[in-house]
Structure formats: structure tokens, C-alpha cells
């Protein structure tokens, strides 16, 4: 057959979303049921960003003979790259930003905090700012991934990135906490075969909420800031000993967001 247009699936009702009455979120089911499609043909989108959202999209519109999907918020949002580094980083499908961690690529990190999808983007990078607020000691490297077909080997998808590259971004042997835009058991599919796939802790969508705030979503889903930071030190070994203090703070942050939204029905003034 000749080439056909991509068929182009944009997504924008998402469930991290659920302020206005118990049916206007849906679950993300659909990323797992693409996945599963035939390999070749699929890509799954993520990204971060309204300008990311305009390279994707340009790139999915000239394609043909796939089916891609676009995956983002309708809701305003932060933009993180200007349009140029956004052409670059949609391209490359996954990179470094070394403006949102501590430690520069050539580095070896303590952990990996890694993320894909608008709102985990933007609990990520705030886990990130709280870690180097509250532990400046520990060298965080931060991961985005737009392209979820890159994170399987190459063998088993045309866009997976090869093993070096793969390392290169999460490291040979350093834990990654990875904030997941759907539900966890994806992203432990798709890097299925990479070495040592015990390291990756994911977090995502676990089916929990009601009619809530934002960020009361991503408390009760448990993939916030606050979850990514206890992931860090859980796993960060040489943090053993500050444990049982900084889980305190963290906790302490917690009960001011229960108390908060119980009592004023929003976010507290600095997570909004």
C-alpha cells in the first residue's frame, strides 16, 4: 500500500484532574492498551510542555503510517524549554535537564530522579527543588522522557534507545525514582530486558481520588513531591542515618496539606 497519514490520537482529559464532579477524570488506560499494539507502528508522547506539545505534534502531523499518541493536560501549566531546546529535547525523545538536578552529565549521581507526562513533570521537578533545599548534599540527576518508546531496548522497538544511550541518561547501577504519568506497571513493561530493572521505582496513577484538589490527586495517587522525596532517601543507601528526620519533615508537610484542603477546599498557597 502506499503511505497513509498517521493516525493521531491527542489525549487532554487526564486523570490527575478531578475538581469539578467524581466522573471527570478517566483512568490511563489507553497507554497501556497502544503499548501492546504492534510495536513498529506505535509511539506513545508525553510531553512536559506547551512548546514540547507544539514539536510533537508538528512531528506526528508530517508522519505517516503510524499511530502516535499525544498525551497532555488541557489545564495552563509551566512551560519549562523554550521552542528551540523543545525541538531538541522532543527530538532526542528522553535527556538531561541539568537546570532542574545537581549533578552535571559526566557525573556519576546518588539517584536518578526521572519522569514522564505533564504533571509528574511538575511534581518531579518540585521534588527535585525540596531535595536540593533539604539535602544539598545529595547529587540528584534529573531525567525527562517524552518519547516513551525510547525506554525499551532496541531490539524490541524502532525508537528504543541502545544500551549505552540508555545508560547514559539512568546510569548502570544508581536507583531511579520515576514519576509516571499512568499506571506504574508501563513503565516495568517497557524496560523489561535493561540490566538490573529492580532499581527503578516507579510512581504513578494507583486509581485513588475523588472530587479533589489537583494537588490532592497526586497526593492520594502517592506519586507527589512529598512520595518522590521519601523515594530518594528510601533508596539513597547513604542516607540511612537522616532517615527518621526527614521523614518527619516530610510528614509534618503532608498533615499542613490534610489540614489545609479539609478547611479551605484548595491548595495550599505554595503548592498553587
Request: contains cysteine; aromatic residues 8%.
Amino acid at each position: 500500500r502506499k503511505p497513509v497519514p498517521s493516525l493521531n490520537y491527542l489525549l487532554t482529559s487526564t486523570c490527575w484532574r478531578n475538581d469539578h464532579n467524581g466522573f471527570s477524570h478517566q483512568g490511563p488506560g489507553f497507554i497501556d492498551n497502544i503499548v501492546n499494539k504492534r510495536p513498529e507502528v506505535v509511539r506513545v508522547y508525553l510531553p512536559p510542555d506547551a512548546n514540547c506539545l507544539l514539536a510533537v505534534a508538528d512531528h506526528c502531523l508530517r508522519s505517516v503510517d503510524y499511530l502516535n499518541a499525544i498525551v497532555i493536560d488541557k489545564q495552563p501549566q509551566l512551560q519549562y524549554l523554550p521552542m528551540e531546546q523543545a525541538r531538541e529535547h522532543c527530538a532526542r525523545g528522553a535527556g538531561i535537564w541539568e537546570w532542574v538536578g545537581n549533578c552535571p552529565a559526566p557525573e556519576q549521581p546518588d539517584v536518578v530522579l526521572a519522569c514522564a507526562g505533564d504533571i509528574p513533570t511538575q511534581e518531579a521537578v518540585a521534588a527535585a527543588w525540596l531535595l536540593r533545599k533539604h539535602l544539598p548534599s545529595v547529587k540528584i540527576r534529573f531525567v525527562n522522557v517524552v518519547d516513551l518508546m525510547t525506554l525499551p531496548p532496541r531490539d524490541k522497538h524502532p525508537h528504543g534507545m541502545d544500551r549505552g544511550d540508555f545508560e547514559q541518561l539512568f546510569t548502570e547501577e544508581k536507583p531511579v525514582v520515576f514519576a509516571f504519568h499512568g499506571y506504574p506497571g508501563v513503565i516495568h513493561q517497557l524496560i523489561h530486558g535493561r540490566p538490573d530493572q529492580d532499581r527503578f521505582h516507579v510512581r504513578g496513577y494507583i486509581e485513588e481520588g475523588t472530587t479533589t484538589t489537583p494537588f490532592d490527586m497526586v497526593v492520594l495517587n502517592k506519586m507527589s513531591r512529598f512520595h518522590l522525596c521519601k523515594e530518594v532517601i528510601r533508596h539513597v543507601p547513604r542516607l540511612a542515618d537522616e532517615a527518621t528526620r526527614l521523614f518527619a519533615v516530610i510528614d509534618d508537610l503532608f498533615e499542613r496539606h490534610r489540614r489545609y484542603v479539609t478547611e479551605h477546599y484548595e491548595d495550599l498557597p505554595e503548592i498553587r
